[in-house]
């Protein structure tokens, strides 16, 4: 029964390789979101634009909660 489901499945292989690509691709990303190293570099270059006046104070603070609530997220997820 194994192979017969195979072959009729087989029309509707290009679909389930393509939903299984968009997972692995969605589960990077989320991975990535929340990696503290990529967290803690993106905060690092926040302060850098706070300091060299590219940004104002109410936008750092925003991003900055932003970035602390993505490390804090991030540490509680597995």
Known sequence: MGLLSEVLLLP???LRGTAW???????????Q?????????QLAELVEAFEAGEIGAE???????????RLED???RP
């Open 12 to 14: 509707a292989a290009p």
């Open 21 to 31: 690509v968009l997972r692995q691709v969605v589960a990077e990303a989320e991975r």
């Open 33 to 41: 979101y929340r990696d503290p190293a990529v967290v803690q570099r």
């Open 59 to 69: 936008e750092f603070d925003r991003r900055e909660d932003e970035l602390l609530e």
């Open 74 to 76: 991030g540490r509680w």
